[in-house]
């Protein structure tokens, strides 16, 4: 079966600039994660869904993030504007549901400049 | 709150001795426990995980991983490395009332030597 798919692999903006990143699950998976992790890092989860309702986004910058997913299925994470501590793999992932293993996509390199 | 610490963010092996990483967890409530592997510029692959049934958990590429509660331990081992392990290891952590919800170690990237 085919697995997460994200794109696009690699961004390089300028600061202040907006950015956008676009995530589609593995087919039939309720719940999609959006992480980031910064380079030496691990992953840090940003905002969890379930279908299409926000579960958790304890973790996101709000004054400058944004997710949505609006039919259930795929996912846009977007930065806007975007600051130079913002450069990190946004790596989205995907399960069944609550309670599953979650598979990731290959994540979006961000290098803000 | 849950945490995870690895120990050793570098760890170089030569080839065909045994891998062990190390991962320590926090949680208050009984854990499940992952590790992944990322090879560059992929994401994260399962290795194996821990779900409260038996502590010693076999996973994929010949890893294994004890859970010890009295140690709050998941350490990954591999007898014999190959050169094709070397990569980034991450153990992760969350329980039943984390909605699913991994909290990551820092990581351990493993060299393995000829």
């Known amino acids: 079966e085919a697995g997460v798919a994200q794109s696009p692999r690699y961004k390089i903006i300028e600061k202040r600039q907006s950015v956008a990143f676009w995530c589609n699950p593995i087919s039939g998976h309720a719940t999609l994660y959006w992480y980031q992790q910064i380079l030496g890092q691990g992953p840090k989860l940003l905002i969890q869904f379930q279908n299409n309702g926000v579960v958790d986004d304890s973790q996101l910058p709000k004054d400058r993030f944004s997710a949505e997913r609006l039919k259930g299925v795929d996912s846009t994470l977007k930065i806007q504007p975007a600051k130079l501590e913002d450069s990190a793999v946004y790596l989205c992932?995907?399960?069944?549901?609550?309670?599953?293993?979650?598979?990731f996509g290959p994540g979006t390199r961000l290098t803000v400049l | 709150a849950q945490s995870v610490t690895q120990l050793g963010s570098h760890v170089s092996v030569s080839e065909g001795a045994l891998v062990l990483l190390r991962c320590n967890y926090s949680?208050?409530?009984?854990?499940?426990l992952f590790w992944y592997v990322q090879y560059p510029n992929q994401g994260l692959q399962l290795l194996l995980k821990?779900?409260?049934?038996?502590?010693l958990v076999k996973g994929i590429n010949g890893f294994e991983a004890e859970f010890k509660k009295s140690e709050t331990s998941f350490h990954l081992t591999k007898p014999s490395a190959h050169m094709s392990d070397a990569a980034e290891y991450f153990c992760?952590?969350?329980?039943?009332?984390?909605?699913?919800?991994?909290?990551f170690g820092g990581g351990t990237r493993l060299m393995v030597k000829p």
């Open positions: 949680s208050s409530v009984p854990p499940y």
């Open positions: 992932a995907s399960s069944l549901g609550l309670a599953d293993t979650q598979y």
């Open positions: 821990y779900t409260s049934a038996a502590t």
């Open positions: 992760a952590v969350t329980s039943s009332n984390a909605g699913n919800m991994l909290t």
